[in-house]
């Protein structure tokens, strides 16, 4: 029989009068620890939703990774390439890409009778994912794409129709600069430039609430772009690749950037906007000090709980110091305690921040200013990987600090103490 852990038992479940002033402590220590846990939970949630969110969002606009010509144009505007690359199977097979979707990027200003605004239109065809500007439709249905026929429908955003007062089924001109080769005058190309009208028709307002983005992405067929530019069917801009997790970005990275050669160049997520994801790894930073400073509440809490108990049990010390028990037994004893002791607050807390994460999923009753956050409501990832993590974390270092003040322990006199009251 562990002999430490049944003295233990009996001291913990002990019904006597015997303990009474540490029973107000032990509820207090409980407590440290369970809102401690507690606010560590909501805190790892939360900041991991917000990331996992504002990524989401970043990557609605621009795919986790972009393969496009190898070029050093700096409009914004890739030169070509062919849409029936040799690597696109191999690319498939990867498990860590969930799809690829050919595009174009246009530069053009949209003009109203009374305003004019440039944006960036985009040209997708049948194949592309519209789960995330469906998600952050307001008003309208996503543009209607087929290779049958070239469509007119044009997604815009809610900045782009209020600074432009357009409506779901408006008609609006776009002016375009295009480049336009002639072969026929010499045996050089010469580059003309011609400005290009096209109109549209808004069959949907999306609102993302990542006003940088917003305020100058809209979406239309990828055949109008084509035409535009003055490329055949089988030219495009380059491919957007989504993956399955975002946490495998750099190898799968490596892997797309090994498959497509040197004649082309790939481009992650994190590279196209540097700083929004320099902005994102600090907020592991806000996390980091928030766990240390609730680590460090709950171990002194415990600290002090343990000396209490240490100082309250200084007459069963001595008596069982008499009889011939070793210091380390005696010292299990109250590691035992405060074990227990750690645990339901451990267990209270687990309750507490998984159960207030689970209510802001359901409810979302806590909101932000979306026009600061780009979040509408406080996001939550419930990531249960993280909470053991968490969990250990608290309990290695309350255990640690634990340790150096059960040493007291061997400096407690069996004569003094056993007179001790």
Not at 190 to 212: N, P, S
Not at 222 to 237: D, E, M, T
Not at 402 to 417: C, R
Request: aromatic fraction near 10%; charged fraction near 15%.
């Amino acid at each position: 029989m562990n002999t430490a852990f049944f003295i233990a038992k009996k001291l913990i479940f002990s019904s006597s009068k015997q303990g009474q002033f540490s029973k107000p402590i032990i509820r207090i220590a409980n407590i440290a620890v369970a809102l401690g846990l507690a606010v560590m939970i909501i805190t790892v949630s939360i900041v991991t939703g917000f990331q996992q969110a504002i990524r989401d969002k970043v990557a609605g606009f621009g795919a986790h990774v972009q393969i496009t010509n190898f070029d050093d144009n700096n409009s914004g505007e890739p030169l070509p390439i062919a849409s029936n690359q040799a690597f696109l199977e191999d690319l498939k097979k990867h498990p860590n890409i969930k799809s690829i979707q050919p595009f174009i990027v246009k530069n053009g200003i949209i003009k109203t009778q009374d305003e004019i605004e440039g944006v960036v239109l985009k040209g997708v065809d049948s194949s592309y994912n519209w789960n995330f500007l469906q998600t952050n439709l307001t008003e309208g249905r996503l543009p209607n794409i087929s290779s049958d026929s070239i469509s007119k429908d044009i997604l815009i955003s809610k900045i782009v129709a209020s600074r432009l007062h357009l409506k779901i089924g408006d008609k609006l001109f776009i002016y375009f600069v295009t480049q336009k080769k002639d072969y026929e005058n010499s045996d050089s190309a010469i580059v003309q430039y011609e400005q290009r009208i096209r109109d549209f028709k808004i069959c949907g307002i999306f609102d993302t609430g990542l006003e940088d983005f917003d305020k100058k992405s809209v979406w239309v067929d990828i055949q109008q772009l084509q035409k535009i530019n003055y490329w055949p069917p089988n030219q495009i801009a380059g491919f957007e690749i989504l993956l399955h997790t975002i946490e495998n970005l750099n190898p799968t990275a490596d892997y797309i950037s090994t498959e497509i050669g040197p004649l082309y160049s790939s481009k992650t997520i994190q590279q196209a906007n540097p700083t929004i994801f320099s902005w994102l790894d600090l907020q592991d930073m806000n996390a980091i000090i928030v766990i240390a400073l609730m680590i460090i509440v709950a171990s002194i809490n415990m600290i002090a709980t343990l000396l209490i108990l240490i100082l309250e049990q200084t007459n069963l010390i001595g008596i069982l110091k008499a009889i011939g028990a070793k210091n380390f037994t005696i010292r299990k004893i109250f590691l035992y305690h405060a074990l227990y002791i750690l645990f339901v607050g451990i267990l209270a807390g687990n309750i507490l921040g998984i159960g207030l994460c689970f209510l802001q999923q359901k409810f979302e009753f806590l909101t932000l200013a979306k026009e600061t956050y780009y979040l509408s409501v406080v996001p939550i990832n419930i990531d249960f990987v993280s909470i053991g993590l968490l969990n250990l974390l608290i309990v290695i270092c309350c255990i640690l600090f634990l340790i150096i003040p059960s040493y007291i322990i061997s400096k407690i006199s069996p004569i003094k103490s056993i007179k001790f009251e």
